[in-house]
């Protein structure tokens, strides 16, 4: 087979002997190099090969048009498979794992789409990333650097690339908070690190929180709508969709501030959607929109854009904004205004995407930057041509609308006029359906029940036309297909419920006026005419629609003989083609869904859970707070008789690790098992997840498959939680495919992650076997705190995080001393100890440091003068602190939509207080806090309350 090497690979020091074990896997002489197979352990196919007595060469095997290929990944030193940065902390042993056979491992190759043939080295993300010569060239270039790509051009993972050539802190911001999350993911993937680079990935909006936190929730189009609906009397002839993109896309926009309805008024005819004559009744309507943001608590983030220009500090070294066609220039300026040095960015995007509202163009960024307009004439943007996502006939297609729309209406500017060219072998198809009962009816039945097909439709509003005949929960409009693609899609009456539209997009173009393989640049010679403006957002949305398909598009369409559908030269057929999609798996349906929700599109999300899932409650009692809470008032309070009640509550305490509840269990209760707690505890405690430890753990998909993989155990544990404090790697894995949610959490307050670092700190087999690799499966990537009204992340990979989520985990510890000063304190020893029963692969030297510890605390004080303070300690004594009490936590409410909690909230202080001492009713607290008796009146006040 032949070597390709991965872009950081450094071979080791023994060059003879490396050369050696190059050339056995050259010649697939498995053998020679002492080849093993790691797959069985780790999150990937992975080979090593046998270098010397304590080095290990890592590999893997991948295919490309039927040729194998070894990617040379990176050397393992001293046996020590842990630290390695693919392997992500599995622990092998070297002398336990089983020689690999060279046709096996070819055989099971992974297939990638494209690999260039004059270069051996490539990258890595998520998976191989190789470029094209264009690709190449661009990665080589200096800053500032804009690059234009389309769809599936591979633009996102070039940007990511060269991001990690950037040194300093470095801000990726785009409008989506999937792209960004995303974009995270990828970047970090397989435990990528750059010493000298702190990396923040934001959507817009959190940008915007990461400056201060807006008030009330972001105003939507639908918002919008419903709003514009109740005002249509007063602006009678004004279409609501227009009259959004004006006010976002112009009224708003302009960086230099939002316009005075003198400067609306005055603008070019090129410059508005609106006639001149028609502009001051909407600057009226946009008057009134803002007097309604304030009123129903909303915001628009162009407006909060302007508002917070005043605060924005230079803070980053390195800028990259990703779709930079989704922003406008004021949210664009704002952005740039966060570099240390001018100039120094990296935008990417697409003109032919842009369904959201704005003006934008090439030649208006180039001159934010350079503001002589011959200057920004002459700056040159990168253009990316290939596309590697669709076939050959979406992409031919595609073309075609380019094609339409530049002859129609003429060249935006000189970088949005190219066409694609596509890389992807398969041919694909794109067919034209008439629009009757038995195409839907034979449609339907092909994608109803598939993850690998969607239908979209123009508008929100076309959704329930769309839902009457076809009965997949993957129904879009193509505001909310962007970044999505399937193998399939199914445009429904594009073209004919807009008739009209595209019939404009189409007229004066003739089939001959498309020939040739390329765009001659040349603008509109009429400025008056706004046609582009107008009918923009069509030709777009069906861009972007055809773009979404990975291999087949069928459009439905009543007026098959529309003259757009005669232009683009699509075959007709009388009935859908076999779309060979077949029904998905339940896990497939749950992976989507989990997907979906994470996008924001809640509403395919529960589409799913409605249509596919169904699934069922489950038919036990689950411990959730509220039973707890009663089950605590009929011991504790109430006396009640008999042990059911009181051995419920010694199975909490077993499983939740409550010493001090136990306690309470055998003095006051007179519950003797309990006392047993400090030796058999922890032991049966595991009892209530026992099935979660079994290396078969079918039964437990299968009740995911039943009642949801968030359904939760008899103790409120999620299965992932379970699989989690198992250590079962395997499950854990399993789950997280399924679309199982990391971020879900009990009635603590606590996540998988943090019931896996509960296990660590009081099983030290378990810290040094499986709890690496559970950490790297069920960790989230950062925390979302508001402190001082900004956002605070916290990533995955500052050393703040591991702190948090550790006092996280032992804050209910810190409650039922006998000091009372220290509840809810900590300091460098408690979370030493916590740290020295932490794996290597978790946590670097320097960081296990008493010195260090404090010096974070000590540094993230809320009253501490530091440049990069989070504000996330109150110091309570010397070398004590507490969790800021101003803090708040980003959590995700019931209806899909992010909420601020107040950290104690989060963390249920009056059960963790309740917990603590079992036997008081927590509203005697309350009591002597409304009283403001002194303390010495409190143990009084106590004993006469005590029931």
């Known amino acids: 087979m032949k070597i390709l090497e991965y872009v950081d690979f450094s071979p080791p020091r023994n060059k003879a002997q490396y050369a050696r074990i190059r050339d056995a896997i050259e010649r697939d002489d498995f053998r020679a190099a002492d080849v093993k197979k790691l797959s069985n352990l780790t999150q990937g196919k992975f080979y090593r090969a046998k270098l010397d007595y304590a080095d290990r060469l890592l590999f893997s095997i991948i295919r490309f048009n039927g040729e194998a290929y070894a990617l040379l990944l990176e050397v393992i030193e001293q046996h020590a498979y842990d630290k390695s940065r693919f392997l992500r902390g599995a ?35 998520d998976k191989v990333i190789s470029f094209d010569e264009a690709q190449q060239a661009v990665y080589h270039q200096a800053a500032p650097l804009i690059i234009v790509g389309s769809a599936g051009s591979g633009k996102t993972a070039l940007t990511l690339e060269k991001m990690k050539q950037a040194q300093g802190d470095v801000l990726y911001v785009t409008l989506s908070a999937y792209l960004a999350q995303s974009a995270r993911d990828l970047y970090y993937a397989h435990g990528f690190e750059r010493e000298g680079q702190a990396t923040d990935f934001l959507s817009f909006r959190e940008f915007l929180e990461s400056i201060r936190v807006p008030h009330g929730r972001e105003a939507s189009w639908r918002d919008f709508a ?9 602006f009678k002839g004004i279409d609501a969709h227009q009259a959004f993109e004006e006010i976002r896309g112009v009224i708003a926009a302009d960086a230099g501030g939002v316009l005075t309805r003198e400067h609306y008024l005055a603008l070019g005819p090129r410059q508005s959607i609106f006639a001149p004559t028609e502009r001051a009744a909407l600057y009226d309507l946009f008057d009134k929109y803002r007097t309604w943001l304030r009123e129903a608590g909303l915001f628009d983030l162009n407006l909060v854009s302007h508002d917070w220009q005043p605060q924005v500090q230079s803070r980053y070294d390195f800028v990259v904004i990703d779709e930079v066609q989704d922003l406008t220039p004021v949210q664009l300026a704002l952005v740039l205004r966060t570099l240390k040095k001018p100039g120094q960015f990296l935008l990417c995007g697409d003109s032919n995407q842009i369904v959201h509202p704005n003006f934008f163009s090439w030649s208006k960024v180039k001159s934010l930057f350079w503001h002589d307009p011959e200057l920004a004439e002459r700056q040159q943007l990168h253009v990316l041509q290939a596309n590697f996502r669709n076939g050959k006939q979406v992409t031919r297609i595609a073309n075609t609308l380019l094609k339409i729309k530049h002859r129609r209406f003429g060249s935006i500017d ?5 066409l694609v060219e596509a890389v992807n072998q398969d041919a694909g198809a794109v067919n034209l359906l008439e629009d009757s009962d038995g195409v839907r009816r034979d449609l339907n039945a092909q994608t109803r029940r598939s993850t690998r097909s969607a239908v979209l439709v123009l508008r929100d509003d076309d959704k329930a036309e769309a839902r009457k005949h076809f009965d997949t929960p993957l129904i879009f409009s193509v505001h909310e297909a962007k970044g999505l693609e399937y193998d399939s899609i199914v445009l429904y009456r594009f073209v004919s419920d807009n008739r009209a539209q595209f019939a404009a997009i189409a007229e004066g173009v003739s089939v001959a006026d498309l020939a040739g393989d390329a765009l001659q640049y040349g603008r509109a010679k009429d400025k008056s005419d706004k046609s582009l403006e107008i ?19 069928y459009l439905v369409e009543s007026d098959s003989g529309h003259p757009l559908l005669r232009l683009l030269d699509i075959a007709q057929l009388n009935a859908p083609s076999n779309i060979a999609n077949q029904a998905s798996s339940l896990e ?23 249509m596919i899932l169904k699934t069922e409650p489950v038919p036990w009692p689950v411990l959730d707070e509220a039973r707890l809470r009663e089950t605590l008032s009929k011991v504790f309070r ?43 505890g922890a032991v049966f405690g595991r009892r209530h997840y026992q099935p979660y430890f079994a290396r078969q753990f079918k039964d437990i998909l299968k009740l995911c498959d039943k009642h949801g993989v968030e359904h939760r155990t008899p103790m409120n544990q999620t299965p992932l939680m379970a699989a989690a404090a198992a250590g079962n790697v395997p499950l854990a894995q399993a789950l997280l495919e399924r679309g199982a949610d990391t971020s879900a959490i009990d009635h603590l307050g606590r996540n998988a992650l943090h019931w896996a670092i509960g296990t660590a700190l009081r099983d030290d087999a378990y810290a040094k076997g499986p709890f690496s690799a559970i950490y790297q499966l069920v960790a989230p990537p950062s925390i979302d705190l508001m402190t001082g009204e900004r956002l605070v992340r916290i990533d995955a990979r500052q ?79 010397n070398g004590v602190y507490q969790l800021n009490p101003e803090m708040s936590l980003r959590r995700r409410g019931a209806d899909g939509n992010d909420e601020w909690v107040p950290v104690y909230s989060a963390l249920n202080l009056p059960l963790v207080k309740e917990l603590a001492d079992p036997r008081y009713d927590r509203r005697i607290d309350d009591l002597l806090a409304l009283a403001g008796l002194p303390a010495t009146v409190e143990p009084i006040i106590r004993r006469a309350g005590r029931r």
């Not at 690999?115 to 993300?125: D, F, G, K, T, Y």
């Not at 869904?593 to 589409?607: F, T, V």
């Not at 010694?650 to 030796?679: K, M």
């Not at 209910?812 to 408690?830: E, L, P, Q, V, Y």
């Open 91 to 125: 622990i092998i042993d070297d002398a336990k794992i089983a020689a690999a056979d060279s046709i096996e491992a070819i055989r099971e190759a992974e297939p990638v789409g494209f690999l260039n043939p004059n270069r051996s080295q490539v990258h890595w993300l």
């Open 414 to 418: 000189r970088e949005s006029n190219f």
């Open 638 to 680: 109430d006396r009640a008789p008999g042990s059911k009640a009181k051995s419920q509550l010694y199975d909490y305490a077993t499983c939740f690790d409550e010493p001090i509840l136990a306690y309470f269990l055998a003095q006051d209760a007179g519950f003797g098992q309990a006392r047993a707690f400090p030796v058999h």
């Open 799 to 877: 050393s703040e995080y591991l702190m948090l989520q550790t006092m996280w985990v032992l804050f209910k510890s810190t409650f039922g001393n006998a000091d009372a000063s220290d509840r809810g304190g900590f300091d460098a020893g408690m979370l030493l100890g916590a740290y020295e029963r932490m794996p290597a692969a978790l946590l670097l030297p320097e960081r296990r440091k008493r010195t260090f510890i404090s010096s974070v605390m000590a540094r993230n004080e809320v009253d501490r003068d530091y440049a990069y303070n989070r504000r996330l300690f109150k110091r309570v004594a």
């Open 588 to 610: 497939e349906w749950q992976k989507e869904a989990r997907k979906l929700a994470l996008q924001g599109k809640q509403e395919q999300a529960d589409a799913i859970e409605r």
């Open 535 to 553: 009918y923009k957002f069509y030709v777009n949305a069906l861009y972007v629609a055809l773009t979404r398909a990975i291999r087949s598009v």
């Open 226 to 234: 419903a709003w514009f609906a109740r005002m249509r009397q007063q």
